[in-house]
């Protein structure tokens, strides 16, 4: 089902925590509802379930207004963080809950619930009580709940919050699995951006109430368009810096006024712009010993060489102030050598990314 949220604002009191949601969710995709812990995600799920009514704004569900319909007639299903499965109910009559509710019939009911089991793999726990239960195979009781009834849209809020990281992700490759197979639309909140980056068709990334940036996760990983999306999905180095001239010609120079890129980079943008610089550690850089004669690049002192098996890491820590990390062959120089010890590091341009200080917008990637 086609999913449009127009303009939707909340407050509660006088905090406003939904300043003006435009979202489009196609048909049979999964987008997550990404960002830090009281951003406005869960108040966005409840928007839609109905169990919330925005101050302002229009919620289509298949191009139909639905904020006047309650939560049961608008054909979505919810799965939440604490389960909500019916303690006193075995599986099988948990999971056939809402069929019963709907008036399906018996023969009916059991085969669907049987199928339903099979694909989250609780085949054979069909009397269990919940109390007998792992956390994990209540969520797939959860899970087996909602998609029974076939919704037309399954809103899922942090629903493997309460799981080890093990089964966390087990469980997470299993509902896009079934999300695909089922073909059902689904918006999924987490403030998890790995979760989020591997199961989603597209990711909403939330802050203080907006969305920042709607994308692929590979567009938000790559081109973040706001300061935020940088900081938030996966890992990035930030520095001040600037834009400035160099006999007439614009540069880009970090803090301590070593040269980083140069006008092929900069655009458009003008001398005396002050910046915030990122890349990301797993950038291409050339980490050179230091040598005084020199003075592009970032000057820094080693603070600790680490083996992790598939990669190496190295901190340093920048002469202007704060830390960069940065991945390097195991046999780069820096792995062998003393904490302390002096270092150029030059980012590769075409990983560096330029954002505003002011209202963190990208200026140049
Ligand atoms: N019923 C309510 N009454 C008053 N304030 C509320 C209510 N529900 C949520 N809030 C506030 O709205 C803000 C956003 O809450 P919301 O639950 O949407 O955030 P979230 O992004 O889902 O966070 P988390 O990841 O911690 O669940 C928070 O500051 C929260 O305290």
Redesign the pocket.
């Known amino acids: 089902m086609h999913v449009e949220l127009e303009s939707i604002a909340k407050s509660?009191?006088s905090?406003c925590?939904l300043r003006g949601v435009d979202l489009t969710v196609e048909s049979g995709s999964l987008v997550t509802l990404l960002?830090?812990?009281?951003?406005?995600?869960?108040?966005?799920l409840r928007i839609l379930a109905g169990f919330l009514h925005p101050d302002a704004g229009k919620v289509l569900f298949g191009g139909q207004r639905v904020e006047a319909l309650p939560p049961y007639r608008r054909g979505a299903a919810m799965v939440f963080q604490s389960y909500a499965i019916f303690p006193h109910l075995t599986v099988a009559d948990n999971v056939a809950y809402g069929l019963k509710a709907r008036g399906v019939g018996r023969a009916e009911r059991e085969a669907r619930v049987r199928d339903i089991l099979a694909k989250v793999r609780m085949s054979g726990y069909e009397a269990r009580m919940p109390s007998q239960l792992s956390g994990g195979q209540k969520q797939r009781v959860g899970l087996a709940r909602a998609l029974v009834i076939r919704p037309d849209l399954l809103l899922m809020d942090?629903p493997l919050s309460n799981l080890d990281a093990t089964l966390r992700i087990e469980m997470r490759e299993e509902i896009r699995l079934l999300q695909r197979d089922y073909g059902i639309t689904t918006i999924y909140?987490t403030?998890d951006q790995e979760e989020a980056l591997a199961i989603s068709d597209k990711v909403a990334l939330?802050n203080s109430g907006i969305i920042r940036q709607y994308g692929t996760p590979t567009d938000l990983y790559h081109h973040p368009q706001h300061v935020i999306v940088a900081e938030f999905i996966g890992r990035s180095n930030l520095l001040d810096g600037e834009i400035r001239l160099d006999l007439g010609i614009p540069a880009l120079v970090g803090s301590g006024g070593g040269r980083l890129a140069g006008p092929e980079f900069l655009g458009r943008l003008s001398a005396a712009t002050p910046v915030r610089i990122a890349f990301r550690p797993e950038a291409a850089a050339v980490l050179e010993a230091f040598d005084a004669a020199g003075s592009d690049g970032i000057a820094c002192n080693l603070v600790l060489a680490s083996f992790l098996g598939a990669h190496c890491q190295v901190r340093l820590a920048v002469d202007q102030g704060g830390e960069v990390e940065l991945r390097v062959p195991g046999t780069h120089p820096v792995m062998s050598s003393a904490s302390g010890s002096r270092w150029r590091l030059h980012p590769d341009p075409a990983g560096l990314h330029l954002f505003s200080p002011k209202d963190g917008k990208v200026l140049a990637s």
């Open positions: 509660f009191g905090s925590v960002g830090p812990s009281g951003c406005g995600k869960t108040t966005l942090e909140v403030h939330m």
